[in-house]
Every structure is written in C-alpha cells, then in structure tokens.
C-alpha cells in the first residue's frame, strides 16, 4: 500500500525508521515543529533545530527516496513565555521560503493558559499574513475538550479558511469540534494514548472518511513509525474496501498538503 505521513517527528528518529517506512511504501513524509523532550533556552536552539528541519532532515530521507517537508512554529509546551514565544516567532520568516515548508505548526495549546493562547493568535496571523497552511496539536488527556474548544474559537476569530486547517490529535470527543466547523481533523495512533487503531477506525466509521487523515506522530516517546500502515491493515480486516483505505492514508492528507505550492510527490 501507498501511504502519506502526514505527522512525524523524525529527528528523534533513528535511520532505519526511514528504511522501515520507505519499505512499507511511504510515499511522503511531514515533520511539525515539536517539543524536543525537553525546554529549549535560546532562540539560537531553535534557529538550529529549524535548519535541521529544513536541510539535513530532507537530505536523511531522500536517502530512501522520500520526500521530507516541514512545519514550523515554537510549540505550545514552550510558548508560555511569551517573551521567549515573540522571539522565536521573530525568527521563523526567514526560513518560510525553504522549500520544504509547507506552512505553520504544529501549533495550539498545552495547558490551555493565557500566554499560550497569546502566541497561538500571533502564529495563527502570522499564517494568515503569508497565505500558509496551519497544523494545531490540541492538548493531552483532560485538557483536550476545553483546548479543542478554544483553538477553534481562535481560529474563527481570526477568519482562517477552515480547509487550510488541520486539528490534529483528535479523538472521540473532539472529532465533531473540528469537522463540524469546516477543519480538517487528524488521528494520532499512539500505543499508550490518543488513539488506538482500533479506536481510529471507529472514529472513521462513527464521523465518516471526508477530512480526515491518520498519523503516527512517532517522537522520543513511546510511539511506532509505521502506525498508519498497521492501521491501514486492520481497516482491510473489518472489510473495508481498499479503496476507502486509500483515500484515508493516502489521497485525504494529499489532498490537504496540496494546499501548499511546496508540497509535490
């Protein structure tokens, strides 16, 4: 099977998760802005990180005949400083015109505060400012409803074109949030949170396969670089036809990245 990953943070990835997914037919891959594990110091930590994400990750993967983009952004769990946030917002412009990125994110909210809902209004202008798609992590666990709930506020505040939004980590109780308002919606297959494959297909079979893409997300955590693919294979064993299969992990997130003159397979 032919598949996109459209959620994938491979710098805490080791080679032969290239070689893996390259193997189960990956045709493109999309590496968001993340946290790295741990809170970075310096702007000059993130204007290292953002060349690694704009140079030497595309050159890793195009090793295995990959196509490597991008998104960038400061992620929500070290925008609570809102000084700090500007600051590496301030950076950002100058690496939008690589040719890998396809616009900004991931961005949105952790703990749902203040100051991170501050710098998610100035990311998301700043996406509107340069006609950019925007990818938003929604937060973990118990804060995700009210975190769902706010980033959509945000955004129609601010009058996004909801087809050039994804809210990504979406679950059962979030999915209606984000498709209902026009956006996009993201599955994220995690072994010990978010979603399980199974917990995947039933949200496609409960809100329907327009919108709607799947993502492994795979980080420094516990988490599995070929999740979309496994969860492709279960999808055929509930007998879903493999056409509709394709269209969730393969033609859904084409044809949102598409959106973006970069993105080309």
Same mark, same amino acid.
Request: some cysteine; aromatic content about 8%; charged content about 25%.
């Given at each position: 099977?032919?598949?996109?990953?459209?959620?994938?943070?491979?710098?805490?990835?080791?080679?032969?998760?290239?070689?893996?997914?390259?193997?189960?037919?990956?045709?493109?891959?999309?590496?968001?802005?993340?946290?790295?594990?741990?809170?970075?110091?310096?702007?000059?930590?993130?204007?290292?990180?953002?060349?690694?994400?704009?140079?030497?990750?595309?050159?890793?993967?195009?090793?295995?005949?990959?196509?490597?983009?991008?998104?960038?952004?400061?992620?929500?769990?070290?925008?609570?400083?809102?000084?700090?946030?500007?600051?590496?917002?301030?950076?950002?412009?100058?690496?939008?015109?690589?040719?890998?990125?396809?616009?900004?994110?991931?961005?949105?909210?952790?703990?749902?505060?203040?100051?991170?809902?501050?710098?998610? +209004? *100035? !990311?998301? $202008?700043?996406?509107?400012?340069?006609?950019?798609?925007?990818?938003?992590? =929604?937060?973990?666990? %118990?804060? @995700?409803?009210?975190?769902?709930?706010?980033?959509?506020?945000?955004?129609?505040?601010?009058?996004?074109?909801?087809?050039?939004?994804?809210?990504?980590?979406? +679950? *059962? !109780?979030? $999915?209606?949030?984000?498709?209902?308002?026009?956006?996009?919606?993201?599955? =994220?297959?995690?072994? %010990?949170? @978010?979603?399980?494959?199974?917990?995947?297909?039933?949200?496609?079979?409960?809100?329907?396969?327009?919108?709607?893409?799947?993502?492994?997300?795979?980080?420094?955590?516990?988490?599995?670089?070929?999740?979309?693919?496994?969860?492709?294979?279960?999808?055929?064993?509930?007998?879903?036809?493999?056409?509709?299969?394709?269209?969730?992990?393969?033609?859904?997130?084409?044809?949102?990245?598409?959106?973006?003159?970069?993105?080309?397979?």
């Amino acid at each position: 099977m032919r598949y996109i990953e459209p959620h994938a943070h491979m710098v805490s990835r080791t080679t032969d998760d290239y070689q893996s997914i390259a193997q189960a037919g990956c045709e493109a891959l999309c590496e968001p802005a993340f946290w790295a594990g741990y809170d970075r110091g310096s702007v000059e930590g993130f204007k290292d990180y953002f060349r690694q994400l704009t140079q030497y990750e595309p050159a890793r993967a195009a090793k295995f005949g990959i196509p490597h983009f991008t998104w960038l952004c400061i992620n929500p769990k070290e925008s609570d400083d809102v000084v700090f946030g500007r600051e590496v917002l301030s950076i950002i412009p100058e690496f939008l015109d690589q040719p890998t990125v396809l616009g900004i994110g991931e961005i949105g909210l952790n703990k749902n505060t203040k100051n991170e809902h501050t710098i998610l +209004e *100035e !990311h998301i $202008a700043l996406a509107k400012e340069r006609d950019l798609p925007i990818l938003v992590h =929604t937060p973990h666990l %118990e804060d @995700k409803l009210k975190g769902t709930r706010l980033i959509v506020d945000a955004l129609k505040n601010a009058q996004v074109n909801p087809d050039r939004v994804v809210i990504d980590h979406v +679950e *059962e !109780h979030t $999915a209606a949030i984000a498709l209902d308002a026009g956006f996009w919606a993201g599955m =994220t297959l995690y072994p %010990e949170s @978010k979603c399980t494959p199974g917990r995947a297909i039933d949200i496609l079979e409960t809100f329907g396969m327009e919108r709607i893409w799947m993502n492994s997300a795979c980080d420094w955590g516990i988490s599995d670089p070929l999740a979309v693919i496994k969860c492709a294979l279960e999808m055929k064993k509930r007998q879903h036809a493999g056409e509709l299969v394709e269209k969730v992990i393969y033609e859904n997130p084409r044809s949102f990245l598409r959106q973006s003159p970069n993105f080309t397979l």
